[in-house]
């Protein structure tokens, strides 16, 4: 008899719950909920005020808009993502448009091979996902692969924002409950953080203080789309400016 294929674990099982988003093979539908067709308006600002530069990292770039959007505007970007078909679908729609971006599949939480090549940093909506053990790996990370003065942008759900977003798609998608369950207790009784995809100022001012320095953290809003609707609604968001140390 055929033994029953072990269950993936750690970041083999982010893959396939990521992948099969995108996939369209998930409770959101054909797209995702981040995937709004379009660049974050966040994102769009900050280039638009000069403070996107040199070799751009677009990190966990999903299925490209952000990284298409600054190459568009002339910037040299790199676009990562550990979901395989969110990077088929960045470079069919960089094809699509005649646009020139480089997109790889590679786990932010390990950029072995990019060591120091990069002035600047987008990110939409990955460090949300991460715990706050893993954030700081993943600081850690964007330190080795960035140059001296270089800027991270971080766009993330806030903790208000998690609520918001919840409600929306509990509204829009039957099963889903309309909040998640409150940050819980550790093995030594300590506060755990809670359920993603949020963090709070603090998780980003501690997740960042080893080789950066901060340089702003403010209210901001990040676009989702709903499965069925046509236009992005509001999520609260934090957007964090660090520089390399």
Not at 189 to 214: C, H, M, N, Y
């Amino acid at each position: 008899m055929t033994e029953p294929a072990a269950r993936p674990v750690g970041m083999a099982a982010m893959t396939e719950v990521f992948d099969a988003v995108y996939r369209g093979e998930s409770p959101f539908g054909e797209r995702p909920p981040w995937d709004t067709g379009g660049p974050q308006p966040a994102f769009v600002a900050l280039e638009e005020a000069g403070l996107i530069s040199g070799a751009v990292l677009d990190s966990g770039c999903g299925s490209g808009e952000n990284a298409l959007h600054l190459a568009l505007k002339g910037h040299s970007v790199t676009g990562l993502d550990l979901a395989p078909t969110a990077i088929a679908i960045a470079r069919d729609r960089a094809r699509e448009r005649g646009l020139e971006a480089a997109f790889d599949v590679a786990d932010a939480l390990d950029l072995a091979g990019y060591e120091g090549r990069f002035d600047t940093v987008v990110d939409c909506g990955l460090a949300h996902t991460f715990d706050p053990d893993q954030l700081r790996s993943y600081a850690a990370e964007l330190h080795r692969s960035c140059r001296p003065g270089a800027l991270v942008h971080v766009l993330v759900i806030s903790d208000r924002g998690s609520t918001v977003m919840q409600a929306r798609l509990a509204e829009a998608i039957e099963g889903m409950p309309a909040s998640t369950p409150d940050a819980g207790t550790d093995a030594d009784g300590a506060e755990s953080a809670p359920p993603g995809p949020q963090r709070s100022i603090d998780d980003l001012r501690k997740g960042f203080a080893d080789g950066w320095t901060v340089e702003s953290l403010t209210d901001a809003t990040m676009h989702g789309l709903l499965p069925s609707a046509s236009e992005p609604f509001d999520i609260p968001a934090w957007l964090g400016r660090f520089r390399r140390v």
